[in-house]
């Protein structure tokens, strides 16, 4: 068996689906496009070529086919087919930082979304008690379907910082600036523990960042933990 598989560059389970197989191919890209680490010193090209090829062989049911033969010596796999929960995550998965990359990724994307809302929310609350006598019962509910969407996404991000927190990787870390940062260094050795390199984190933003740029960070940190809170509150009032 090879030491490093196509899998092992994706970071997928050698059952993924190819659907897992494209979100870690796209997550990877973002991440390892050289054109967005000129301006860091990191040449990246080699990384994001075995990204593409590794993508190119899985993504081909045929090609995947034969690879798997060839490199495991496998004459039939059953893939799945469906997109399995964090419970049933197997141990070859739950190792993948991509997995969590993903997650915290999801995380953030949601609290977004989830903000746009609140903030809508509370604009019409804010309105004169007059202007809503006029508004009517359309606008009570738009209100409530809303709020049902809020609490949606509030109860998702729950599953998302569960799987988060089993991974070991503190809260002060899901922000996209240090979980990027963690993902370049994870692809170029993917045998290294992630937890250390977020230590590693903390000295390159130590040694490296000005003092304006340290407390952007830091005021970034606390309001995602403040707007992350804020959303959490939905899922208790569901």
């Known amino acids: 068996m090879k030491s490093r598989t196509y899998y092992d560059i994706l970071g997928v389970s050698r059952d993924a689906t190819l659907e897992e197989i494209t979100t870690a191919k796209n997550a990877l890209a973002k ?51 469906f997109k399995v929960g964090p419970e049933d995550g197997g141990k070859e998965e739950a190792a993948s930082f991509v997995t969590y990359w993903n997650t ?12 746009r809302m609140m903030e809508q929310e509370a604009h019409k609350k804010s309105l ?20 049902r969407q809020i609490a949606e996404l509030s109860m998702q991000a729950v599953q998302y910082i569960a799987i988060l927190k089993m991974s070991g990787i503190p809260m002060e ?37 000005s003092g304006t ?10 309001q995602f933990h403040h707007n992350l809170k804020k959303l959490l509150s939905y899922a208790l009032e569901a």
């Open 128 to 147: 004169p008690h007059r202007i809503f006598k006029k508004i009517g019962k359309a606008q009570k509910r738009e209100e409530t379907f809303r709020g």
């Open 213 to 222: 740029e340290k407390l952007r960070l830091k005021n970034q940190n606390r």
């Open 31 to 81: 991440i390892y496009h050289p054109d967005e680490n000129v301006h860091k010193d990191m040449d990246t090209t080699a990384l994001m070529q075995e990204i593409l090829e590794a993508y190119r062989v899985l993504s081909d049911p045929e090609k995947r086919k034969k690879y798997n033969q060839d490199t495991f010596g496998e004459t039939v796999r059953v893939f799945r087919t």
């Open 173 to 209: 870390y899901w922000t996209p600036d240090a979980m990027n940062w963690v993902l370049i260094r994870w692809g170029q050795r993917q045998t290294a523990d992630y937890r250390v390199l977020f230590s590693r984190y903390d000295t390159f933003i130590e040694e490296t960042k």
């Open 104 to 115: 915290a990724s999801k995380l953030n994307d949601v609290l977004k979304k989830s903000l």
